[in-house]
């Protein structure tokens, strides 16, 4: 069997996440269906990988991090509140059949293929220094238990909220215009 490591899960649903990225970069402006059940899944994935990394991964990071690790800290943090804040709503506001839709899902893609590589090349790296594989191990656990739990749900349905509101907000203002 093979021990677990929580940097080895995080890296996974990375790729897991560009995969679908891909996938969404081929579809048409006619599979608005298809769109709709890739933008679901890339949201069923990417929310609690995020979350759990804000609540719990990057904090526990910067307990241990020297001054460089603290920079990588808050660049991963100001990258996800930047995404959070801009690019899904942005994506939900648009018709899935559309061409607006196909470019800022394209740009969601290009910022989490971004902030994962770098999480991946130099923040796992720091964290391969800063926690035992023991400590990995348990992390990894951890993470797998906080993603079937109520704390999870709620977290990720508030992101959701969150969204959905900036999103009809966005569609609202723009109608006005």
Do not use: C
């Amino acid at each position: 069997m093979a021990t677990r490591d929580i940097l080895k899960t995080l890296r996974a649903e990375h790729d897991e996440l560009r995969q679908l990225f891909e996938q969404m970069e081929g579809t048409t402006d006619r599979a608005a269906k298809k769109r709709a059940d890739l933008l679901a899944r890339i949201k069923a994935n990417l929310l609690p990988h995020a979350k759990w990394e804000e609540t719990v991964f990057y904090p526990m990071f910067a307990e241990r991090a020297d001054r460089d690790g603290l920079k990588t800290h808050a660049e991963a943090v100001e990258e996800h509140r930047a995404v959070e804040k801009t690019v899904p709503p942005d994506v939900h506001a648009a018709e899935f059949g559309t061409p607006q839709f196909a470019g800022r899902v394209k740009v969601f893609g290009e910022m989490i293929d971004h902030h994962a590589s770098e999480e991946e090349s130099t923040m796992f790296s720091m964290a391969r220094k800063l926690f035992t594989a023991k400590e990995r191990a348990g992390l990894d656990v951890a993470y797998e238990e906080w993603k079937a739990s109520p704390a999870a749900a709620a977290l990720t349905a508030v992101a959701e909220a969150k969204t959905g509101l900036k999103a009809a907000a966005r569609r609202v203002t723009r109608r006005a215009q």
